[in-house]
């Protein structure tokens, strides 16, 4: 199975402070990897596909870059409602698997 | 406007056998992989099966594999987790997600469906 870790598993920030969240993979994933936002007791949130592509209907300060093993969620200027955890998953090979999540939390 | 309803989650006991369902509405069903993606209480995300458009294709992880069962009715808008011997580990939310390619993101899920199993 493909394992995906995540960096930080939690971090403080602030409104409007950069915020950079990485996932690795066990192996090459090429591009096929997504990023999920998930608030509590919500369903998640598809926010990144393919490492890089922002999914329709979700601002432009969130982003995503990589490919291979290493990549990046980045928040831009972070808002209010981006307080939440975060989920990649990557979807090269089955099982797909999910990194265990980075809880971004108000400092 | 695109839905995802789950039904059929409860309390169990170790052995026992539970049904999802998940009703899809507001896009072509029948054109769409479907997945379970689950959750345990305070836990991370953990894919658990899909299947593909006409249900010739079913991939599980390998802690469900054999004990669950994945399916479809394209016809009634409807996709299924048969869930037998269940054990305390799969106590979880049951989320079903709507699936772009077998290898691809899910963009529309379901709001979920908590199957508890405890003696």
């Known amino acids: 199975d493909i394992q995906m870790t995540q960096s930080p598993s939690s971090l403080s920030a602030s409104v409007g402070d950069r915020v950079t969240i990485t996932c690795r993979a066990s192996?090459?994933?090429?591009?096929?990897l997504n990023w999920y936002q998930q608030k509590p007791g919500k369903a998640p949130k598809l926010l990144i596909h393919?490492?890089?592509s922002l999914q329709s209907g979700v601002p432009s300060r969130f982003s995503g870059s990589g490919s291979g093993t290493d990549f990046t969620l980045t928040i831009s200027s972070l808002q209010p409602e981006d307080f939440a955890t975060y989920y990649c998953q990557q979807t090269y090979r089955t099982p797909l698997t999910f990194g265990q999540g980075t809880k971004v939390e108000i400092k | 406007e695109v839905q995802l309803e789950e039904s059929g989650g409860g309390l169990v006991q170790p052995g026992g056998s539970l049904r999802l369902s998940c009703a899809a509405s507001g896009f072509t069903f029948s054109s769409y992989w479907m997945n379970w993606v689950r959750q345990p209480p305070g836990k991370g995300l953990e894919w658990v099966a899909n299947i593909k458009q006409d249900g010739s294709e079913k991939y599980y992880v390998d802690s469900v594999r054999g004990r669950f069962t994945i399916s479809r009715d394209n016809a009634k808008n409807s996709l299924f987790l048969q869930m037998n011997s269940l054990r305390d580990d799969d106590t979880a939310v049951y989320f079903c997600?709507?699936?772009?390619?077998?290898?691809?993101?899910?963009?529309?899920w379901g709001q979920g469906t908590l199957v508890t199993v405890s003696s």
């Open positions: 997600a709507r699936g772009e390619g077998s290898n691809s993101y899910n963009d529309y």
């Open positions: 192996q090459s994933i090429s591009t096929f």
């Open positions: 393919a490492a890089s």
